[in-house]
């Protein structure tokens, strides 16, 4: 199966450097996105920037990022990326 580039979504997880706090969004271009919001540029975490990327997963399509990505915001997802960075199982 092939996949266009408009299907290729992602969801990320970053994390505050100097704060405890972890935000999980969903991008085409992550590491554009990190970038954007280690400048600033998203309102939701200019306040606690510089940030670190933890974990991102390829969703294929925007739908199914959104629903990753409601589910990593949802207490057990939450617990799930806990239990990865717990066994090592995460980028830190």
């Known amino acids: ?3 266009s580039n408009q299907e290729k979504w992602y969801v990320y997880v970053i994390e505050s450097i100097p ?3 972890r935000y999980i969004g ?14 600033g ?5 200019k306040a606690r920037k510089p940030y ?13 990022a959104r629903i990753l990505e409601k589910y990593y915001k949802s207490g057990a997802g939450r617990r ?13």
Do not use: C, P, W
């Open 1 to 3: 199966m092939v996949i």
């Open 19 to 21: 704060f405890n706090f």
């Open 26 to 39: 969903m991008s085409k271009n992550v590491v554009d996105r990190l970038k954007l919001h280690n400048y």
């Open 41 to 45: 540029k998203v309102k939701s975490t």
């Open 52 to 64: 670190k990327l933890i974990y991102y997963e390829f969703a294929g399509n925007r739908q199914n």
């Open 80 to 92: 799930k990326i806990q239990r990865m960075i717990n066994n090592n199982n995460i980028i830190l």
